[in-house]
Every structure is written in C-alpha cells, then in structure tokens.
C-alpha cells in the first residue's frame, strides 16, 4: 500500500484518503511489544511514500527488494548484506525506511481525554546524518492526518545529539526512555496461572500480614522483593529491571510475570480483592495483562508441576585444598571451590592469555549470512576482510587492555567442612537439619505440611546461629590470614561473596540466595564476613527453595571469594541477551546505577536501562530509571566497549559450538576501566 507524494500517485491495493488517518493506521498495523505499528519506506527517485502492510511481519528490505525493485527472495538473500548497507548506511540512499507507532497517553486529570499520538523511527543500525533525520521527519509529516501528532522518535544516542541541536518546535521528539516510563504494562516473563490475588499497597504492608504467602499466590505489589517464597505469579505495579533477583528467579520458576501500572485500582474495579481467586496470563506481545475472575482450585488442581527429576548437582570434591589465589582457578574448579569463584579464576586467565573461542558467536551462520565476522570486524576497527588471525587478536587486545578481574582468594569447600568438623555442637544442629528435611516432603513437592516448615525453619534459624557464633578454629584462621596477606597486601577494603556448587544450575539459578558482605576492613570483620557467608548456606528460605527443587543438604557446599573492593563511578549487570525482545540476537541488554550493583540486583532501586548492538554498535537508553540525567558521553563509550567484551565472553563460556548460551555479568566502570566481578550462564524462560 503506498501513498505518493505526487498526483499522479501509483497503483495501490486499496484507496487511501489525502493524508494517512488513524483508522488507515489500524487497518494496516501489525503489533510487536503492545504498540501497534506500521512499517514505511520513502524511496526518493520515486518521490513516493510506501505505508506498509504490516500485520504479516513483511520486513522494510523485502518489500524493497520484491515489491518494488521486482527482486526475488533468493537474490535478496544472496547480496543481503550489500543490500542492507545501501539502505541503513548509504549517505546517497534512495530509500529512507522507518516505522510508524501508536501511542496512548495516559490522562493525568479528571475530565481530560487520552492522547493518541505517531511517533516515527528507524531502526537502530540507521546512519543517517541531521539533514536526512530532518528530510525524513516533514516528508512523512506531509501525509499524516494534522490532527495527530507526530514525534520523531531517535532510534540511538548518535540520533539523540543529532536531535538535540533542532528546535523541538520543528522536530518535536519523545525519547526512548519517556516512552518506557510511561507504559502501563511490561512483560517480565510470560505465562499463565491459576491462583490466589495477594495484593499489597506496600513492601510495609506486606512485610506486616501475618499470613505467610503460599505458593499458589499470586503477588501484587509495588516492587516484590527478592525473598519471596515460590509463587506462582507476580505483578510489580511500579517499574522494575528484568534483572532483578527475584525477576530471575520467576523466569527460573516459568511463572508470568509482569509490569502492572494502576493494576491495584484496576482489580478492584474489576470487583476483586485481596484473596480472590483468578486466571492470570503475561503475553510477550500481548497490551496488558489479563486476569478474570476464576473459582478457587483444590491444592492438586493448581499446583505447579513438580520437577519429572531432581536438579543435578555436582558432588562437592571435600579433598584437603588450601586457600588459593584466585588467578590460578580454571573453571573446572567448580567441585572444589563453586561456580562463581571458577568462573571468575577462567575470567583471569583469559585477560592475560587469551581463548580460541573469542569469534565464536560470531562465526555462527546467521542465514542467510554465512557469518557475523564483517559485523566484529568493523566493531574492532579492523577492515571487513580481516582473516580470523587478525579478528583474534584484536579482540584479545580489547579484552586486556580494558577489563580486569579484581584479584582476590578463595576459601574452598574443604575449608568450610573443617569448620562444621571443628564443633561437636554444629556438627549436630546440621545433622537434625538434615533428618527433618529426609523426614519431611519429597523432592519436587513444593511444600510439606505447614508444621514441619515451621520445624525446618529453625532448624535452618539455630545452625545459622552456630556458624556465626563459633570461632574459626586456629589452622583455619591461620591459612586464611596469610593468604589475604599474600595475596591481598595493601587491599584495605575487601568484600567477601559467596561461591556455592548449588547456584547457576540449569532450573535453578539461586539469584540473590546466598550472602555477599561489602565494605570489610580488618581481620576480625573479614572472619565475621566469612562465616556470614558460610552460614547463608543455612538459611530458611535457600533450604526450602533447594528441597523443592530437590537438592540434598549433604549435597551442598560454600565456597567464599575475598577479593579487593574496587572504586567505580556506576555499575551494574548486563546480560547478552535482550529478555524483552527474545528474538533479538544483537542487543546486550545492561542495568546501570550510578550507587552500587546491589541497587540493581535488589530490585529496590530503579536503575538506568541500556541496550547496545554489538553487530552494527550503537546504543539507547531505555530508561532512566530514578536517575535525574543519562549518562555522559565517555560512559556510554565505555558501556558499549563493555558490551562488546561480554559478547566475547559469551562465545568462551557457552557450553557448545553454537555459543548461543547468555551469559549475566556483574560489573563496575571507574574512568575507562571496567572491573569484571562476576560470570554466570542466564538461564532464560524458554
């Protein structure tokens, strides 16, 4: 369908008025994210404006290629990347491709109607300069109706300064991140559920209800903090990050789970309330989520679907190990010292030496190109034809000369049995622990009765007791001083993190279970820290979460990691993945505080939302979260050289050859270095 610009306009499949109406909008529009959208391509030797079908998916470059320059989907597929370059980077291009969306802004007052407004954008990879971002928005401008606002809406940061040297009176523009804001729906992680509304105007008001949640509740709640029990559905009714503990957790638990704005106001509008009983469903694509009055389930009707086996867990090797520094663990130290601690030992090796594997996500076909390798190239400021000898080497140079593994010790599993060894009295509490736990529900069944919980939970409550209480016995003690004073000499701040063989486990990933312990200064703090993570291990609600899941007790060991607290201007976590948009392979997905990484992962702050595209570059700002401005222009240089980086991780940690595995990276930036302070796999819903 096309509209031109001329009066002799060209055929086209159904009539359109003079100007492009929002009821033509409708019945072109496809949907991606909740917004309707229509796809258009201005070709200029034409002098011809193309509005889309859009409902079929049908992409810019194959309506290009086939409707208009009459080429077949081989020959598309056959010169692709040719193809795309004269049309996203081309300064002489013929065509200007973008897309039309449909947004609804919310009234703030009584009596005032909604807006409904268009905003125009191209995609990400798009180069084009000021003066055709300018062309681009009046010539579409000319064929929408004058009686709905258009907005240009900068598809990056690159557009963003481009933008901000026009007038808004010219060009007016909505950003990224207002958008975001301003959305009253975000899937989290889709799915379906039958349970019970517990609805919650408050973390205080939940933290005061004397009935505890059960796992066939459904939490509604401003921001559902990270140590909820298993559920089976949760609705945030503020803005939160997907990469938040207890996000990742539903994503490891396949509950839905979503962004519900006004979603109290609406449940009661809807004649619901606390305790009723109802239907819930998180589509990814879907505009809001769906709840319906349902009739309460018997326990077996809605219970979530035990495991069909146990989660596998390596069994923790217990041979005598000393206290080792950190650079010399390789990731097959897992049994011994746990999986974060090995995967920080590999991160330092591959810093100083190097891995086979940096191209690999690269040279995966992406059909129907035969490689990314002309994508990584341009990204490390090589030429398009560069052999994979050269490719390596500069992504080794890349690594080297920008992240660093701050260094540090680990205690291994053996040290932690030595300590339960050296007291008769903890020996015991762990042996009841353990009876009660034979004694109570099996594996995989999501609860035993509510008196042998109880039970176990202080169980749990005196071991805990116990490893804080008992004083590291003299050898132990020893052996940990003098490593800290080898191999941390002048380290005045040291934070101590925990590194358990019962975490990052596929089905289970143990987000935000265990304790870390920041700002340790001195001897007597960092015994303290140790047994504080030993006794995480221990709590309530890791015991409970781990027998569900079916994971023995004598199973389980903690390992701790005591590295150098280093200084950061912001920090965060990024997985290399986009878990709004599964489907897009390009985008490293990146929260961003300028505080500390524990804001981020908490949930209890808002951080900055980046996505960075480490095929083509570029990056946006999804949202600002509660920071007051974006970030400057050196950071988000930094930001998107991290990106870069972590692809690279990726493709040395995936477990086979289509380095298709995420991997989630918790890291701080100071200057232009980038500190690497945790690795893990990120376990997606699917």
């Known amino acids: 369908m096309t509209r031109s610009d001329r009066n002799d306009a060209t055929t086209r499949p159904r009539l359109l008025g003079e100007k492009l109406t929002l009821e033509e909008f409708s019945g072109l529009a496809g949907q991606v994210g909740g917004y309707p959208y229509v796809k258009i391509v201005l070709d200029r030797e034409e002098s011809v404006l193309h509005f889309i079908d859009s409902a079929d998916g049908t992409l810019h470059v194959q309506y290009i290629a086939c409707e208009i320059l009459g080429m077949s989907i081989d020959e598309l597929a056959r010169g692709l990347d040719a193809f795309n370059d004269d049309v ?20 703030t007052e009584s009596g005032h109607e909604d807006e409904v407004f268009l905003s125009l954008e191209t995609v990400d990879v798009d180069t084009m300069s000021q003066e055709m971002l300018r062309f681009f928005y009046h010539r579409v401008r000319e064929h929408i109706d004058p009686s709905l606002r258009l907005v240009l809406k900068p598809a990056g940061h690159r557009q963003e300064g481009y933008l901000a040297a026009i007038p808004e ?108 009983w109802v239907h819930y469903r998180v589509e990814a694509d879907g505009e809001d989520l769906l709840l319906e009055a349902a009739e309460p389930g018997d326990r077996q009707e809605v219970r979530p679907a035990p495991p069909t086996e146990r989660i596998t867990v390596d069994r923790p090797d217990l041979a005598p190990t000393p206290v080792t520094a950190l650079s010399e663990l390789r990731a097959g130290d897992h049994v011994r010292f746990g999986t974060k601690a090995a995967n920080l030992g590999e991160l330092t090796h591959l810093l100083q030496h190097g891995s086979p594997r940096w191209l690999g996500f690269y040279q995966v076909p992406r059909p129907p190109r035969g490689d990314l390798l002309r994508y990584l190239a341009r990204q490390l400021g090589l030429p398009e034809d560069a052999d994979g000898t050269e490719l390596n080497a500069a992504a080794q140079l890349l690594v080297k000369e920008h992240a660093q593994v701050p260094r540090g010790i680990v205690l291994p599993f053996s040290l932690q049995q030595r300590f339960l060894d050296s007291s008769a009295e903890l020996r015991d509490a762990v042996a009841r622990l353990d009876a009660a736990l034979r004694d109570g529900a099996s594996p ?28 590291l016995p003299e050898p132990v003690r020893t052996e940990l001083d003098r490593a800290a004073d080898r191999h941390l000499y002048g380290a005045a701040v040291r934070v101590v993190r925990s590194s358990s063989n019962a975490e990052d486990l596929p089905g289970f990933s143990a987000a935000g279970l265990y304790e870390s312990v920041a700002e340790v200064t001195g001897t007597a703090a960092l015994h303290d820290a140790v047994r504080e993570v030993w006794a995480s291990l221990f709590s309530p609600r890791a015991v409970l979460l781990r027998r569900q899941a079916g994971i023995p007790l004598d199973d389980c060991r903690m390992g701790v990691i005591v590295q150098e607290q280093v200084g950061a201007t912001v920090g965060g976590v990024l997985v290399t993945c986009n878990p709004l948009s599964p489907q897009d392979f390009r985008s490293v997905y990146l929260n961003i505080s300028p505080r500390s990484v524990t804001d981020v992962v908490s949930g209890r702050g808002a951080p900055l939302q980046y996505l960075c595209n480490t095929m083509e570059g570029g990056s946006r700002t999804v949202s600002l979260g509660t920071a007051a401005a974006d970030l400057d222009a050196a950071t988000k240089d930094v930001v998107r050289r991290l990106a870069l980086i972590s692809r690279l991780l990726q493709s040395h940690f ?33």
Do not use: K
């Open 88 to 107: 996203y980077r081309n300064p002489d291009r013929r065509f200007y491709l973008g897309t039309l969306a449909r947004h609804t802004r919310r009234a």
């Open 444 to 471: 995989g069944e999501e609860h035993a009765p509510q008196e042998g919980t109880e039970r176990i939970e202080e169980l749990c409550l005196d071991v805990q007791r116990l490893v804080r209480g008992t004083p």
């Open 169 to 276: 009176s010219e060009i007016p523009r909505v950003l990224s991140h207002e958008l975001y804001s301003a959305a009253s729906f975000v899937p989290l992680n889709p799915g379906t559920a039958h349970g019970r509304l517990r609805v919650f105007r408050s973390e205080e008001e939940y933290r005061a209800d004397p009935e505890p949640l059960e796992w066939h509740d459904i939490v509604v709640m401003p921001r559902v903090p990270e140590d909820v029990p298993r559920v089976s559905g949760i609705i945030h009714t503020e803005h939160t990050t997907p990469l938040s503990h207890i996000n990742v957790m539903a994503a490891g638990w396949r509950i839905p789970n979503a962004v519900g704005i006004g979603a109290v106001e609406r449940i009661e509008r809807a004649g619901l309330a606390d305790r009723s």
């Open 654 to 686: 995936s477990p086979d050859e289509t380095y298709g595995t995420p991997v989630d990276v918790e890291w701080a930036i100071e200057g232009d270095r980038i500190s690497l302070l945790q690795l893990r796999p990120f376990r997606t819903a699917g």
